[in-house]
C-alpha cells in the first residue's frame, strides 16, 4: 500500500484512483481547498486516520532527526499511516523522506527523485554565524535568526 502526500497529489504525476493508495483526512482536507477539489468527488478514495501511537513515535523519531518543526500536521499524518501499514510514503518534502528513512519506512518521490544521504540539520546564525546543532529560533548570543543546514 502507498501513502500519499499532499505535494505528490498536486503534482499529478499519480493517478489518485488506485486502489493501491492511501490517504489521511489531513491530505484529503489540503486537496479540496485546491481546484483538484472536483477530482477527489467523482472517486472513491481509501481515507484512514493513523493511530495516536502512530503519531507519538514519529513526533519523537522527527525529533530525532530534527525535522519536527518543519513537519506539519498533516505530514505528520502521511508518516504515521505508513509506520503503521508498513506501507510505502509517496511524496516530493525532504523532512517527510528524511524522517520515513528515520523510521526505516520506505519512501519514493513522485518525481522519482528522493534524497540519498539521511540529513541531519543544523542552524547557524545569520549574524555571528554561531552554529548550533538543536533548533533555536535566534541566537542567543547576537539575537540574530538562524537559518538551517545541512551536514552529511
Ligand atoms: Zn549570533
Redesign the pocket.
Known amino acids: 500500500m502507498f501513502v500519499i502526500d499532499t505535494s505528490a497529489i498536486l503534482s499529478r504525476r499519480i493517478s489518485i484512483a488506485d486502489d493501491n493508495y492511501i490517504f489521511t483526512p489531513g491530505v484529503i482536507s489540503e486537496i479540496k481547498k485546491g481546484k483538484l477539489k472536483i477530482i477527489l468527488d467523482s472517486v472513491p478514495l481509501n481515507i484512514k486516520m493513523p493511530g495516536i501511537d502512530s503519531i507519538n513515535a514519529v513526533i519523537k523519531a522527527a525529533n530525532e532527526t530534527g525535522d519536527l518543526h518543519v513537519l506539519s500536521n498533516v505530514d505528520i499524518e502521511v508518516i504515521a499511516m505508513a509506520y503503521e501499514i508498513h506501507g510505502i510514503i509517496i511524496s516530493d518534502d525532504y523532512a517527510i523522506q528524511n524522517v520515513a528513512r528515520h523510521m526505516h519506512i520506505k519512501y519514493e518521490g513522485a518525481d522519482l527523485k528522493t534524497i540519498d544521504k539521511k540529513l541531519k540539520w543544523r542552524y547557524r ?1 545569520t ?4 552554529v548550533y546543532n538543536d533548533y533555536i529560533e535566534t ?1 542567543p ?4 535568526k538562524t537559518k538551517r543546514f545541512t551536514y552529511k
Open positions: 546564525c549574524g555571528c554565524r554561531r541566537c548570543v547576537c539575537g540574530h
